[in-house]
């Protein structure tokens, strides 16, 4: 049998176009996705929502449809063409997010924003097992962390172009303007992507419930996945909070607000991500382990520097304390998604991404925003507009948590861990 289909060597050349294609799509994921963020004083103000119902568009709204979908849209991107699921999917998306700016109030803004999530399920699996299609094991962590860029870039893209924008005509203006430049990209993605051929038979086609009772049965896998959700539940909620924290705290404008966030999670975000694939590539080829004690290390550190920074009285004082949070709690976002690369065949892989990201997302985008802004409304008799700030103090414990779950599956991992095989 068997247990994997080698694709046909490229140059190196087009393997990084193919990544350079992949990381414009998943910028504009995330722009699309973060956006809201920015946006939120000012759709405060004109529909009157409360914390509550914000944080439920910036996360029941988008997850509850895009956790549940991906699973099937990755199996039929395994069985057909990833290039062509990620292709429709960014068209979906955008289009959505373009409908965003025409919603006149909570439930029909919650409608779009499922539909945001609907398109986006289909995007990041199949980038996933595009790319470890493309490059080789030596160097697939640090092409995943380079596609993993896009979140970064995308935050603080969505944070600066919707500010910009809506401080130049209105909030509607900034999701028209980003959703229709997705919808124009998607052709020029599907050009230029092409679909690895294989060198031989096709590994079988293999419905979700066999991936899944393969993942099952291996303890790295729900341990990797349960410390990534929680935290994503922290940083989620984090990336769409900030801006209203940064308001009510120091004062800030909506411009000042996104050249001081949006800073933040470009140089840290960045940075972060692309350190966590270059440890991973060069200290997992010695001990597969690494990919999780990487990962726990910088989650340790990641909470006590974002209560310090939301503690601070000065913006200057923040900034720094804020900086290097902002990369080491994306600096997981390599390792583990290689890792869970590995727990499966080859052929298995982007339903097997699915099956982690569901869980990644359910928890994590599902209800980042929400608990978060569910906790300011609960804290506000006490604390007033200060009660953001205490909020995201508590969700910092999502970080330990995270660390020590990624921890206990360090062993497993190592037992777990699948290497290429050829057919």
């Known amino acids: 049998m068997n247990t994997g289909t080698p694709e046909v060597p490229h140059s190196r050349g087009y393997a990084r176009l193919v990544l350079a294609m992949l990381l414009i799509a998943y910028t504009f994921n995330f722009l699309d996705r973060q956006i809201l963020g920015i946006l939120v004083p000012a759709i405060k103000a004109d ?19 895009y956790s549940t979908l991906a699973i099937p849209l990755a199996l039929i991107a395994d069985r057909t063409s990833r290039s062509w699921v990620i292709s429709i999917s960014m068209v979906v998306w955008s289009g959505f997010t ?43 962590a640090r092409a995943l962390s380079i596609y993993s860029l896009g979140i970064p ?3 603080a893209a969505g944070i600066m172009l919707g500010a910009a924008i809506a401080k130049a005509v209105d909030w509607r203006a900034a999701f028209i303007v980003v959703g229709l430049a997705g919808v124009l990209f998607a052709p020029v993605f599907r050009l230029v992507v092409k679909e690895p051929k294989a060198t031989g038979p096709k590994g079988p086609a293999v419905p979700v419930r066999a991936v899944f009772a ?35 705290t120091f004062g800030f404008d909506l411009s000042t607000t996104s050249y001081f966030y949006g800073s933040l999670l470009l140089i840290g ?18 001990d597969r382990g690494a990919y999780a ?34 990369a080491l709690n994306v600096l997981f976002v390599g390792p583990i998604t290689t890792a869970v ?5 080859a052929y298995m892989r982007a339903s097997a991404s699915a099956c982690f990201l569901f869980i990644n997302n359910l928890i994590g985008i599902g209800a980042g925003s929400w608990v978060l802004g569910g906790i300011s409304d609960l804290m506000k008799p006490h604390f007033g507009d200060e009660s953001l700030r205490y909020s995201a103090i508590v969700l910092m414990s999502g970080y330990f948590l995270a660390a020590c779950l990624v921890m206990l599956s360090v062993k497993s991992l190592r037992k777990d861990w699948i290497d290429d095989t050829p057919a």
């Open 47 to 65: 529909l009157g929502l409360t914390d509550t119902q914000l944080g439920a568009l910036g996360s029941i709204a988008f997850a509850l449809l």
């Open 98 to 140: 373009a409908l965003c700016g025409a919603a006149t109030g909570f439930w029909q803004l919650f409608l779009f924003r499922l539909g945001v999530g609907v398109g986006e399920a289909g995007g990041v699996a199949p980038s996933y097992a595009l790319i470890s299609a493309y490059f080789p094991p030596e160097r697939r």
């Open 153 to 155: 870039v995308g935050l």
């Open 214 to 248: 393969i993942l099952a049965r291996k303890r790295s896998f729900w341990l990797m996945s349960f410390a990534s959700a929680m935290s994503s539940l922290a940083g989620y909620g984090l990336a769409f909070w900030v801006p209203s924290i940064l308001i009510r």
């Open 269 to 286: 975000g960045v940075s972060g991500i692309f350190l966590g694939g270059v440890l991973a590539d060069r200290l997992g080829q010695l």
């Open 293 to 326: 004690k990487v990962s726990a290390c910088a989650w340790l550190v990641t909470a006590p520097l974002f209560i310090a920074g939301f503690m601070a009285t000065s913006p200057l004082v923040a900034w720094l304390f804020l900086l290097v949070p902002n």
């Open 341 to 345: 690369q590995h727990l499966v065949p």
